[in-house]
T-cell receptor, first 112, second 116 residues
Framework: SQQGEEDPQALSIQEGENATMNCSYK?????LQWYRQNSGRGLVHLIL?????REKHSGRLRVTLDTSKKSSSLLITASRAADTASYFC????????????FGKGTKLTVNP | EAQVTQNPRYLITVTGKKLTVTCSQN?????MSWYRQDPGLGLRQIYY???????DKGDVPEGYKVSRKEKRNFPLILESPSPNQTSLYFC???????????????FGAGSRLTVL
């Protein structure tokens, strides 16, 4: 039951550039989260945005949410080699359980 | 340190040999869950538990069992492993009280299982 789909599947940029990843989902949501995964390691929560929020910032991260388009974007500004990881969006449905459904992720490579 | 601990981290076993992957959290979280991660398929939920003695199936429960006898532990049991269960497994936990989609998960480091 895949809910979120990230785009692109892979992204390669140079250090210092901005990286933008997108997530589209199918059913209405209350909240959307972004997670990061370093190769083969556990996922780490980055940011949660609620359905009544349009934008949220955390350090170099900026997340937007457009509920009319059922989409979210994650922007990493001034990227660093250490940002190299896979990034996942996760959603739960309105009226649904605590269950989170993850997309397949965007693999970001930041070249030094 | 608040964490989710999984063991073993790596395991190679043979078809049919029962194994258990342990998961323990020290955050007094009510919600715990198991995921498997496979190339091209992303993370898929196997089982989850809302509290002690309360477990429920996720999207891919076949071939797995779980138990939640204590709040901190949520072991994943493979009664008769098969090669299609070769995967990277993650345990995760949360307070479980945030509402739909607001469940912020803390993940373990992962257990890489190979079934020959």
């Amino acid at each position: 039951s895949q809910q979120g789909e990230e785009d692109p599947q892979a992204l390669s940029i140079q250090e210092g550039e901005n990286a933008t990843m997108n997530c589209s989902y199918k059913t209405s949501i209350n909240n959307l989260q972004w997670y990061r995964q370093n190769s083969g390691r556990g996922l780490v929560h980055l940011i949660l945005i609620r359905s009544n929020e349009r934008e949220k910032h955390s350090g170099r991260l900026r997340v937007t949410l457009d509920t009319s388009k059922k989409s979210s974007s994650l922007l990493i500004t001034a990227s660093r080699a250490a940002d190299t990881a896979s990034y996942f969006c996760a959603t739960g449905s309105q009226g649904g359980s605590e269950k989170l459904v993850f997309g397949k992720g965007t693999k970001l490579t930041v070249n030094p | 340190e608040a964490q989710v601990t999984q063991n073993p981290r790596y395991l190679i076993t043979v078809t049919g040999k029962k194994l258990t992957v342990t998961c323990s959290q020290n955050m007094n979280h009510e919600y715990m869950s198991w995921y498997r991660q496979d190339p091209g398929l992303g993370l898929r939920q196997i089982y989850y538990s809302m509290n002690v003695e309360v477990t429920d199936k996720g999207d891919v429960p076949e071939g797995y069992k779980v138990s939640r006898k204590e709040k901190r532990n949520f072991p994943l049991i493979l009664e008769s492993p098969s090669p299609n269960q070769t995967s990277l497994y993650f345990c995760a936990s949360s307070t479980g009280t945030g509402g739909a989609g607001a469940n912020v998960l803390t993940f373990g480091a992962g257990s890489r299982l190979t079934v020959l």
